[in-house]
């Protein structure tokens, strides 16, 4: 952690080439995090709408989490502070303009629509695990860019009206089954002692997904915002990251072929 304010710090008042820390392995596997970093470069402005606020701990947690695979997924991680750019909004409201923050959205979304390409040149299918943090509960939050009416009646009809980032797989298996089933990345957090949020009418705010997995979801591409409590990461990162790799490679091994 040290260590890394450090490198904060140094990147805040040195100009960099690029704030976008990207490993490629040949995997089916991306892991990606735009909330995470902590450089503020003072040549950048502060963005003056939106959320602008780090994912706590979210950087860490992708760093230990990428360690645990045995076949190393790739990873794309921003080093940038969400108050000079939103690496999950469209352009415009990422940046408010500013020319700086533009090449670096450009960086980390060109980065990621290469992943998709060359990836979907090598292997049928493939899953991208965007991961946040939040300080709403004390419970993990899994979007499939889903709202509220759609993911309760997908759970208990097990049809929806609209398809989920889940819904070009084409593995031959329910959209229900990827979501809710044995093998689901919800299931098997549940089992590891860790509570999923259930959205409900007019409940708490349900984090369902933002611009990166409605945007590179598709063709063959799985995609899913996992939001994790900052209340259980302060304490339980090593948990955390144990647990989202054993559902990580479970959910892999049942329905990413």
């Not at 704030?19 to 902590?38: D, E, M, R, V």
């Not at 994790?228 to 989202?244: H, M, N, R, T």
Request: overall charge neutral; aromatic content about 12%.
């Amino acid at each position: 952690m040290y260590i890394r304010s450090i490198t904060d710090a140094i990147k805040s008042v040195v100009p960099q080439t690029s704030f976008i820390s990207c490993t490629y392995h040949n995997s089916n596997l991306l892991l990606t995090a735009p909330h995470g970093g902590g450089a503020k470069p003072f040549y950048i402005r502060d963005r003056t709408t939106g959320i602008r606020i780090r994912d706590t701990y979210t950087r860490r947690l992708s760093d230990i989490l990428v360690s645990l695979f045995n076949d190393k997924p790739s990873a794309i991680l921003a080093d940038i502070h969400r108050s000079k750019v939103d690496l999950n909004r469209n352009l415009m409201e990422a940046t408010d303009g500013d020319t700086r923050a533009k090449a670096i959205w450009h960086d980390w979304n060109d980065s990621i629509y290469n992943y998709k390409r060359n990836l979907l040149n090598t292997y049928n299918t493939g899953l991208m695990v965007d991961i946040h943090s939040h300080n709403n509960n004390d419970e993990f939050q899994l979007g499939y860019n889903l709202d509220v009416y759609n993911y309760n009646r997908l759970r208990n009809n097990k049809i929806a009206s609209v398809g989920s980032t889940f819904s070009t797989l084409n593995n031959g298996y329910s959209e229900y089954d990827m979501i809710f089933g044995r093998y689901s990345l919800g299931n098997s957090m549940h089992l590891s002692g860790y509570d999923i949020f259930r959205p409900r009418p007019g409940g708490e705010t349900y984090f369902n997904g933002g611009y990166n997995i409605e945007t590179y979801a598709g063709g063959g591409l799985g995609a899913v915002q996992i939001e994790c409590p900052v209340s259980i990461l302060e304490y339980d990162l090593q948990g955390v990251a144990y647990a989202l790799y054993n559902s990580i490679e479970i959910f892999i091994h049942e329905f990413v072929r």
